[in-house]
């Protein structure tokens, strides 16, 4: 996924463009063609020690990082092709391995939050943003998982086409467009699915479902068969957040995808979205987000799509 998903994008975006906007190319050390974890296969174009340059170069990570971490021909390559990039994204775990080039030294980075540990320990002098989905400093991109690398190539197609193009490619591959890039990898959604307590993830369900149903926490707690102080204390240790903020945040992210992809009224969007009056809703954005809503509307928007 770290190579296929960033292809399928600038693929689609081929396809929606009518012309061959991308032209996508796989290099391997002995250009050879390499055989996955999955056992699936992926077909090289070329060698290490061809001459190359690149719009887009992705180092794509996976279970073989770890083995080739501090390996002399790998860094040796990436740190001769760079000054022939263009854009330099890492995918995933593949940012560990921009790192052991020195690459990203101070600079802004992410990664895979099961690599956190290993990338303090062995790169201090990057920059590590390991709460983000993927980031950019100058032309370095890094993205902290597989989807996230999706979230990434979007990002740089919307660059090159603009957002409607973009919208298009989402759209073709029954993805979001799109996450921002300063969203968390730990995230409530992601937290609550792998939240330890069954009660908790089967509450989180229900609220996911109907974010706008007048979520008390008495009915949480009723819901989730305990007391409201055991509910706070539950909640606090998973999210560590309020029940009430947990349900805030999810109105939030309800009327944020209102507002990026509908012309309903703001008004509406605030019922609509379980804050029940336009008030508590702009409230709610300005402590958030530090925007109002209909600030948020006219850089997000649909009106603001560009050709």
């Known amino acids: 996924m770290d190579v296929a998903g960033p292809a399928q ?26 055989r996955t974890d999955t056992g699936l296969s992926l077909t090289a174009q070329a060698s290490f020690a061809g001459r190359h340059r690149a719009d887009i170069f992705v180092v794509p990570g996976g279970p073989g990082v770890d083995r080739r971490l501090f390996d002399a021909s790998l860094r040796e390559f990436l740190t001769e092709i760079e000054p022939n990039v263009e854009r330099f994204v890492s995918i995933c775990s593949g940012s560990l391995l921009t790192a052991s080039a ?50 990434l190539a979007l990002s740089l197609v919307e660059a090159d086409h603009g957002r409607r193009v973009a919208l298009s490619v989402a759209r073709e ?15 409530a959604p992601l937290k609550a699915q ?20 007048p979520w008390g926490v008495k009915r949480m707690a009723d819901l989730a068969g305990t007391t409201e102080r055991t509910l706070h ?29 509908s ?36 850089r997000f928007g649909k009106s603001n799509i560009r050709a």
């Open 9 to 34: 994008v600038f693929a689609s975006t081929n396809k929606i463009l009518g012309r061959t906007a991308y032209a996508i190319s796989i290099v391997t050390e002995d250009g050879n063609d390499i």
């Open 102 to 151: 020195g690459l990203l030294e101070n600079r802004k980075a992410t990664t895979h939050w099961e690599r956190v540990d290993l990338a303090l320990q062995q790169f201090p002098k990057v920059a590590w943003h390991l709460d983000e989905i993927f980031t950019q400093d100058g032309k370095f991109h890094c993205s902290a998982g597989v989807t996230a690398g999706i979230d």
């Open 263 to 298: 012309m309903k009224p703001v008004k509406e969007i605030a019922y609509l979205s379980g804050f029940t009056t336009e008030q508590k809703m702009r409230r709610s954005f300005v402590r958030r987000l530090g925007v109002l809503p209909t600030e948020y509307r006219d």
């Open 233 to 261: 204390r539950d909640f606090m240790h998973e999210f560590g957040k309020t029940p009430s903020q947990f349900v805030e945040e999810r109105r939030l992210a309800l009327a944020r995808s209102y507002l990026e992809g």
């Open 173 to 187: 591959m029954v993805v979001f467009m799109k996450r921002q890039g300063g969203q968390s990898q730990y995230s």
């Open 194 to 213: 792998a939240a330890s307590s069954k009660r908790l993830g089967e509450l989180y369900s229900h609220i996911e479902q109907d974010p706008s149903a």
